[in-house]
């Protein structure tokens, strides 16, 4: 099974400013991951596909990096609508597995 | 527009049995794979099971092997759990999901049916 660790848990951002959230694979993912943003008492959204390929909808200011075990989700400028948990997932092989989350908070 | 809408969750005693339900609608089903991820309360994403479009590639996590029975009737557009033996720790919400593929990522996500598992 590949674990994904994310950090940090908690990162606190001001509005405007850049986010890099990261996502690490205990063994290769190659290309095959996805990261995805949930807000309170709302199911997740799909944000990225294939390390790097934003999702239909979702902003240029989300950007996704990386291969192999080293992953980057980046938020460029934070909207108060970024504000939420992001989620790691990778689609190597099976069991497919997510990572802990980092929650995007209000600085 | 693509929608799936869980149903089928609520409040049952451990070892006893439940079935999820979810009706996909929007999409061709039977192009697609489809999974079931649940979130524990307050908690994370965890995958429990996939299937392919035809039902020939079944997968599950190992906390719910062989407790746990995933199938999808493409003819009626619909997509399964049979959860038998539930357990304290089966306690989430249960989302239904549209994979690319077996393998793959999940999109999009239906609203989520709770199962709470409790005497």
């Known amino acids: 099974e590949i674990v994904m660790t994310q950090s940090p848990a908690t990162l606190s951002v001001s509005p405007g400013e850049r986010a890099t959230l990261s996502c690490r694979a205990s063994?290769?993912?190659?290309?095959?991951l996805a990261w995805y943003q949930q807000k309170p008492g709302q199911a997740p959204r799909l944000l990225i596909y294939?390390?790097?390929t934003r999702a239909t909808g979702s902003p240029a200011r989300f950007s996704g990096s990386g291969s192999g075990t080293e992953f980057t989700l980046t938020i460029t400028s934070l909207q108060s609508e970024d504000f939420a948990v992001y989620y790691c997932q990778q689609y190597n092989n099976w069991p497919l597995t997510f990572g802990g989350g980092t929650k995007v908070e209000i600085k | 527009e693509v929608q799936l809408v869980e149903s089928g969750g609520g409040l049952v005693q451990p070892g006893r049995s439940l079935r999820l339900s979810c009706a996909a609608s929007g999409f061709t089903f039977d192009d697609y794979a489809m999974h079931w991820v649940r979130q524990p309360p307050g908690k994370g994403l965890e995958w429990v099971s996939g299937?392919?479009?035809?039902?020939?590639?079944?997968g599950y996590a190992d906390y719910v092997k062989g407790r746990f029975t995933i199938s999808r009737d493409n003819a009626k557009n619909s997509l399964y759990l049979q959860m038998n033996s539930l357990r304290a720790e089966d306690t989430a919400l249960y989302y239904c999901?549209?994979?690319?593929?077996?393998?793959?990522?999940?999109?999009?996500w239906g609203q989520g049916t709770l199962v709470t598992v409790s005497s």
């Open positions: 294939g390390a790097s």
């Open positions: 063994q290769s993912a190659s290309s095959n």
């Open positions: 299937i392919s479009w035809n039902s020939g590639r079944i």
């Open positions: 999901v549209k994979g690319v593929n077996p393998v793959g990522w999940f999109d999009p």
